[in-house]
C-alpha cells in the first residue's frame, strides 16, 4: 500500500488589523535628536510628534540681564 499524503485545503485567514500603522522612526532616533540639542547648548522645551515627523522645540530662555558690575561711561 502506498501512502499518499492527505491534504487538507483551508481558507486564508485574514490577519488581525493592528490599531495603528507601524511607526516610522523608533525612541532612539528621538534620544538621538535631543542629545543633538544638548550638544548644540540648547535646551528641548517640547517634542511634537505627527504624521511620522519629530519636532523639536527648543526652551525658550529670557534673555540675559544687563550686566551693572561694569561702569559704563557714555
Do not use: C
Request: charged share 30%; proline share 11%.
Amino acid at each position: 500500500m502506498s501512502r499518499v499524503p492527505a491534504t487538507i485545503e483551508r481558507e486564508p485567514r485574514e490577519l488581525p488589523r493592528a490599531p495603528r500603522g507601524p511607526s516610522t522612526f523608533r525612541e532612539n532616533d528621538i534620544k538621538r535628536a535631543v542629545r543633538a540639542m544638548r550638544a548644540a547648548g540648547l535646551a528641548v522645551g517640547r517634542i511634537d510628534i505627527e504624521g511620522g515627523r519629530i519636532s523639536i522645540i527648543p526652551a525658550v530662555e529670557a534673555p540675559p540681564l544687563i550686566d551693572d558690575s561694569e561702569d559704563v561711561v557714555l
